[in-house]
């Protein structure tokens, strides 16, 4: 495959809008960074693709012990750690042969690089926090390359 993209959602809470599914219909992965909120959002987004999801720290209930606080995977030979709050990182990524780290929890949406790695909050896809856009994120992975894109959603003061 000469370009993979992966789809990046978090903080949905429950609420998976329909313009949020339309924005990751082309990712070949999902990664959902926590506060899944309900199984129901991590099902529907498996009929787009596959999913990796982690834990936040509200997903509560027998569906959510079933999440990982964290996940690490590979693919299109890229290394990938996810996270919901990046403040609980304990490894050093560029260390570990990670190419991102992806979190969420704080809402707000965010690229960054440190070290050579990519830091990705793709923001809440759920309900309106504050002022804060409602935001998911793809990464294209080419060629061992990283090219990371917010994209907010338009959902009016929702």
Known sequence: MDKFIIGVISDTHGLLRPEALESLKEADLIVH???VGKPQVLECLRSL???VAVRGNTDHGEWARNLPWFEAFECAKTSIYVLHDLNDLDLD?????FASVISGHSHRPDISWRDGVLLLNPGSAG????KLPVSVALIQVQDG????????LNVGDQ
């Open 93 to 97: 990524p560029a260390a570990g042969g």
């Open 33 to 35: 960074a926590g506060d």
């Open 49 to 51: 693709a596959p999913v």
């Open 145 to 152: 390359k990283l090219t990371p894109r917010l994209i907010e």
């Open 127 to 130: 309900p309106r926090r504050f």
